[in-house]
C-alpha cells in the first residue's frame, strides 16, 4: 500500500527555516513525481514545489523561488522541502503527494496524498 508519513511542520518566526520531509512507504521514489502543495485556510491548495525521481527536475512556485528548496534521498526513499526566509504568507498545511510521469503542478494530477502538516509562521 502506498503511503507518506509527513513531518517537519511547526511554529516559526519570520525569517525562520524549517525541512519538511515525506517519506514513502510502500513503493521506491524511482518513476514518480512527487510535488508539495499547501493549503491555508479558505484558500485553494496550490503547488509549491516539484520534483521528478527520475532526472531531478524541479519545479518552483514563484512564490517560494529562492527560498525554498526540494530535494530527494532515493535510498532513505524521502523527498524533503527546506523552507528558509519564511514569511507569515507561507503559513498552511503542507501536503506531499505523488503521480506517476512529468513534472504537473495541478494537484488534481496527483493521486497519492500524505495527511499534511501544519506549517505557522508567527512573531
Known amino acids: 500500500q502506498l503511503q507518506f508519513v509527513e513531518s517537519g511542520g511547526g511554529l516559526v518566526q519570520p525569517g525562520g527555516s524549517l525541512r519538511l520531509s515525506c517519506a514513502a512507504s510502500?513503493?521506491?521514489?524511482?518513476?514518480?513525481?512527487i510535488g508539495w502543495f499547501r493549503q491555508a485556510p479558505g484558500k485553494e491548495r496550490e503547488g509549491v514545489s516539484c520534483i521528478s525521481s527520475s532526472d531531478g527536475s524541479t519545479y518552483y512556485a514563484d512564490s517560494v523561488k529562492g527560498r525554498f528548496t526540494i530535494s530527494r534521498d532515493i535510498a532513505k526513499n524521502t523527498v524533503y522541502l527546506q523552507m528558509n526566509s519564511l514569511k507569515p504568507e507561507d503559513t498552511a498545511v503542507y501536503y506531499c503527494?505523488?503521480?506517476?510521469?512529468?513534472?504537473?503542478?495541478?494537484?488534481?494530477?496527483?493521486?497519492?496524498w500524505g495527511q499534511g502538516t501544519q506549517v505557522t509562521v508567527s512573531s
Open positions: 510502500g513503493f521506491t521514489l524511482d518513476y514518480y513525481v
Open positions: 503527494a505523488a503521480r506517476v510521469s512529468a513534472i504537473v503542478v495541478t494537484s488534481t494530477a496527483y493521486a497519492y
